[in-house]
């Protein structure tokens, strides 16, 4: 048991099941803790009758506990942890685990590695199961069309009518073969968004919800809405001439559009060992009950860059806490894509480093003719992840820009107070940048100033 | 390219069926290529195309930064990595009461704060001129360094001020005005008095609006001067100052006129209800006090205008005194009489003045909970929400959520109760009721003594 009290707080998901955790953290709230190197258990003391049963996988660390809290990891996981650090020479080495000690770890293992020791299949069955699959794909593909199909007969439709025209009060939609005239403010997005639900299009349906966010939004919207408008609308293009697209493009078309590789699918695939750093990290809105959150990885080693999105349904919580500027040892298994950013991570522990920079691009030309490159090959890619090293923040009129060696200024993205702890943090003086380049702004989520990450 | 991006969105924001493309755009859709395309099909393939082309094409702005003022290193350290930690905790809500004491041991401790941290204490700071005394001493060159660079933040550097008033910079006379009414708020009135006549009409305006930060009985006499200014806007600025200070004349002037237009008309059986006679003609008095003859404020014409001028000049509690009712009672009154919309539109407009809680919970909750939709959609409360106590938004948000699930947020804007209420968007509303209002709010500070703070330096 490697960590320092400071990295286990880190774990928690928030200050008070820190302070909490860390209240529990004592030998007279526990029973029987044990650990066999792998695993270490426990059970606390609760206020009623019942005692908690406490897991953590020392591999990840990853926990499990029966309380009810629905925070994670909750506050007797932290507690649990903390108590076994500073108590390492006091705690009990068993021979064997308990039975559903065991079966977590076992069910941990299972999903991380590769799946193995499967029933062989006969060739039969696996022409068969070919077969089925094909066939399953062509029908998609064929739902897939049909929903195509609506979206530009909607897309067209919108253009005519005109985005003005477009509000609560009632929009004047009026094309026969898709009755938009009961289609009028919010239901005028989801309810073509439900169509495209149905026609297995989730990616579009997606993005045709969160055009509710910009409609009649801030002063440049038209502009915004006509942007995500063509960009659904190149979707389509590019479906009806994907079998001209190279496999890899093709695949990235898919995966827009929401056809999803399964991850027991990616875990079968080679991944790239890295020391990963947490350099940037943000949560978006809560959408039909889910929060999405975007995690950004950097290969210390490698400079690779990786998206872990992760999604919170119904308040239920993350499945795993990546405290921002904290690094951890693991494997990243990317979705396949021509410009490959969102991936998954396999085996990751957390090590004791935290981030003090990275070897980011200085010129905010090249950086800037990277992206173009990335564009070109892939013309549906949004935010791309960016990360500059001595860049200074300046202040001019409202807006802040990053200023590389050469004088060259890219602006950022209002975030208000954000922008005077950029300023802060810089005073003058160069830093190190990450964030996401939206094509006109850079969107900062991380900076390194004197050696010292901070999350913005 | 812009250009051409302003007339795509032109056309799709008004539709191809009323405005098609203009021919020069088409001479470009032609020379992509785009042929054989309907009009929508060139507005959307000519704006995918465009907009790529300004993202690959993006221009860097040049910056000369060899005038870029670099401030000394602070010659403290900052605060460890566990203190910073703490400082978030105190940030984010959860031990406020605990802030001066960190100050304290951090300047005991010959610590700086966090450079990330300073941008919201400085912000905490305008609205706390306690916690400014205690900061300053611990911001560093750094923090004066950043304080220069906000405009914002402004008022805070009046200890850099220069000492004569008449002669100072405009921005720096309005920090001077703002501080010696701090200090010796007499001496501020003395000030004004005697540049008063030399000043310009939007200097005039701008001490005005320093003044309101400090509505009291005090400056009555110097208002009431500014009545008779020649210009307008200054009478203007003059009124709304002078309504908000606490029984002021002005107020009690306006009120004895509402009194004979408003009165109690008992009903056999049946609610009492208030009859209203609207104010035929006005005379240069009331002129004075600020009634605009001419302003259409509703659209029930001139003379309900003048009427809804005159309620939302009138202190809000006044109304309490006189009808002998609560406040929830007098909004029930007043959306029961024949000018409903009008009176409740001036009473959000008077209770914004005045910043009264009561009313504005009472104006809140009828808001929130009136099943009326239609009739009061068009009334806005945004603006009371503002500077509403977290007790009064509790009340008023549990009860919306009781009564109207969801409807009360398209009425609050979502800014203001995502910062209140930490999980409304995600929980089912029993769990929301027993424990997020009860454990969620700020301001419960737990024991943490002395040594706790002390510690993790």
């Known amino acids: ?456 | 390219m812009k250009d051409m991006e302003k007339e795509i969105v032109r056309v799709a924001l008004v539709g191809t069926q009323r405005a098609g493309l203009s021919v020069d755009a088409k001479v470009i859709a032609d020379e992509w290529e785009l042929k054989d395309l309907s009009d929508e099909e060139t507005v959307l393939a000519t704006a995918s195309i465009l907009f790529r082309m300004k993202k690959t094409a993006f221009q860097t702005v040049d910056f000369r930064i060899s005038n870029n003022e670099i401030p000394p290193k602070n010659s403290k350290k900052v605060c460890n990595t566990t203190a910073i930690k703490l400082l978030n905790m105190i940030m984010d809500g959860a031990f406020e009461n605990a802030l001066p004491e960190f100050l304290f041991h951090l300047e005991k401790n010959n610590k700086c704060l966090p450079p990330e941290i300073l941008p919201g204490l400085l912000e905490r700071s305008l609205s706390s001129p306690h916690l400014w005394e205690q900061l300053k001493k611990n911001i560093g060159e750094r923090g004066k360094w950043l304080l220069r660079q906000n405009d914002d933040w402004s008022s805070l550097r009046a200890d850099e001020l220069p000492e004569d008033w008449e002669e100072a910079l405009h921005d720096q006379r309005l920090m001077i005005l703002e501080k010696t009414r701090r200090n010796d708020p007499a001496k501020a009135i003395r000030m004004l008095e005697e540049t008063w006549p030399r000043e310009s009409v939007n200097q005039k305006v701008r001490f005005l609006k320093v003044l309101e930060k400090t509505p009291t009985k005090d400056l009555e006499s110097f208002l009431e001067q500014c009545l008779d200014d020649r210009r307008k806007e200054v009478r203007k600025s003059a009124v709304r100052l002078l309504a908000k200070i606490s029984n002021s004349s002005l107020s009690e002037r306006m009120f004895e006129r509402m009194k004979d237009l408003i009165h109690i008309k008992s009903r056999t059986n049946k609610k009492e209800k208030l009859e209203i006679r609207l104010p035929d003609k006005l005379d240069d008095a009331m002129i004075r006090d600020g009634i605009d003859p001419r302003v259409q404020w509703y659209k029930g014409g001139v003379k309900a205008s003048r009427l809804g001028q005159m309620v939302a000049l009138i202190q809000p509690a006044k109304w309490l005194e006189y009808l002998n009712l609560p406040a929830g009672d007098v909004v029930d009154m007043f959306v029961r009489s024949d000018w409903g919309e009008l009176l409740i539109q001036a009473m959000v407009e008077a209770t914004a003045l005045h910043n009264d809680n009561e009313w504005t919970k009472a104006l809140l909750l009828f808001r929130i909970t009136s099943s009326d939709r239609k009739r009061w959609q068009n009334l806005n409360v945004s603006r009371l929400i503002d500077d509403v106590s977290d007790d009064v938004f509790n009340a008023v948000a549990i009860e919306g959520m009781k009564k109207q699930k969801g409807y009360w947020k398209k009425i609050l804007p979502s800014h203001n109760y995502s910062n209140r209420v930490p999980a409304c968007g995600k929980m089912s509303l029993p769990y929301l009721s027993s424990k997020t209002f009860r454990n969620g709010w700020p301001g419960k500070i737990p024991d943490i003594g002395t040594d706790g703070i002390t510690e993790p330096y």
């Open chain 1, 1 to 456: 048991m490697h960590w320092s009290t400071e990295q286990i707080l880190a774990l928690a998901p928030d200050p008070n099941t820190s302070k909490r955790g860390q209240g529990l953290a004592s030998s007279k709230k526990w029973i029987a803790i044990e650990t066999d190197g792998r695993a270490l258990w426990g059970m606390c003391k609760s206020s009623g009758t019942a005692h908690y049963r406490t897991f953590v996988d020392l591999k990840g660390p990853a926990f499990k506990c029966s309380c009810p809290s629905r925070k994670f990891p909750c506050k007797h996981s932290i507690g649990l942890l903390l108590y076994a650090t500073s108590n390492a020479d006091g705690i009990k080495v068993a021979g064997e685990r308990p039975e559903e000690v065991d079966d977590w770890i076992d069910k941990r293992d299972s999903k991380q590695s590769k799946p193995e020791n499967q029933k062989e299949k006969t060739p039969e069955e696996i022409q068969k199961a070919e077969a089925r699959k094909l066939k399953n794909f062509n029908d998609r593909l064929q739902l897939m069309e049909n929903g195509i199909r609506d979206m530009e007969n909607w897309l067209e439709d919108i253009i005519r009518t005109g985005f003005a025209a477009v509000d609560g009060s009632g929009a004047e939609m009026t094309s026969s073969a898709l009755k938009f005239k009961k289609d009028t403010g919010p239901e005028l997005w989801r309810n073509i968004s439900m169509r495209m639900v149905d026609s297995k299009l989730s990616g579009i349906a997606r993005k045709i919800r969160e055009l509710a966010l910009i409609h009649n939004v801030g002063a440049d919207w038209p502009s915004r809405m006509l942007e995500e408008l063509s960009d659904l609308y190149l979707l389509s293009k590019g479906f009806g001439k994907r079998e001209r697209l190279s496999e890899e493009l093709r695949k990235e078309l898919m995966r827009i559009l929401g056809v999803n590789t399964s991850k027991d699918e990616l875990l079968n695939q080679q991944g790239i060992p890295d020391e990963w750093m947490v350099v940037g990290q943000f949560q978006s809105n809560n959408i039909d009950n889910a929060a999405v959150r975007r995690t950004w990885f950097m290969g210390r080693n490698t400079g690779k860059f990786a998206l872990v999105l992760e999604y919170d349904y119904n308040n239920q919580g993350f499945p795993f806490h990546w405290p921002k500027g904290r690094i951890f040892n693991g494997e990243i298994i990317y979705y396949p894509s021509i410009t490959p950013l969102r991936a998954i991570m396999r085996e990751q522990s957390i090590i004791k480093d935290v981030v003090d920079g990275w070897k980011g691009c200085a010129s905010l030309s090249d950086a800037l003719r990277n992206y173009a490159d990335v564009l070109a090959v892939n013309p549906w890619i949004k935010d791309y992840p960016m990360a500059l090293t001595s860049v200074i923040p300046i202040m001019k009129g409202r807006t802040l820009y990053f200023v590389d060696k050469d004088g060259q200024g890219v602006p950022l993205l209002k975030k208000e107070l954000s922008d005077w702890k950029i300023m802060a943090l810089g005073a003058g003086n160069s830093i190190d940048a990450f964030g996401e380049w939206t094509g006109t702004e850079f969107n900062p989520l991380g900076i390194v100033a004197e050696g010292r990450y901070v999350g913005i």
